[in-house]
């Protein structure tokens, strides 16, 4: 097993580091993300990385199934914490325990960093995910406030 990697099963999780790797993941991104392209993705991670996004994926018999863009942070008012950018699972393989395996390997990757926990903005129509975070023990703690510019 490779360095950033984790087993879960017949699957594995490998942390996203080369464009390659990154683009590995289009298929299933572009699920929760169609606004992007292939090229925009991976330019966009590759932008991001300059401010501590990271991203992994699940794999399937060599094959993405779930994605996550994360990163760690510290702020006042939550401490040092792991923040999701993305999370996404194929949409013909949801309820098949991806998406919980990438969320536990996601909650281990927090503990190892020292957080004291995991966060992360869900769209407000996006009722099947917010029944899969309140499944995984993940509650609402806040409202997010945006307004464009």
């Not at 199934?65 to 939550?78: I, K, N, P």
């Not at 998406?99 to 927090?110: F, K, N, T, Y």
């Not at 499944?135 to 409202?143: N, P, W």
């Amino acid at each position: 097993m490779q360095p950033g990697s984790a087993a879960h099963g017949d699957c594995v999780v490998r942390r996203l580091e080369q464009a390659d790797d990154v683009a590995s993941a289009w298929p299933v991104v572009r699920q929760l993300r169609p606004h992007l392209d292939l090229a925009g993705f991976v330019e966009a991670v590759a932008r991001q990385r300059n401010e501590g996004f990271r991203c992994a994926a699940l794999y399937d018999a060599g094959r993405c199934v779930a994605f996550a863009g994360y990163r760690v942070q510290t702020m006042l008012a939550h401490g040092r914490f792991l923040y999701v950018d993305d999370l996404v699972t194929d949409e013909n393989l949801r309820g098949k325990g991806y998406g919980a395996r990438l969320l536990d390997w996601l909650s281990a990757e927090a503990r190892d960093a020292g957080c004291s926990g995991l966060q992360l903005d869900s769209g407000t129509h996006r009722q099947e995910a917010h029944a899969f975070y309140f499944g995984r023990g993940l509650r609402v703690t806040s409202f997010h406030f945006a307004r464009k510019l």
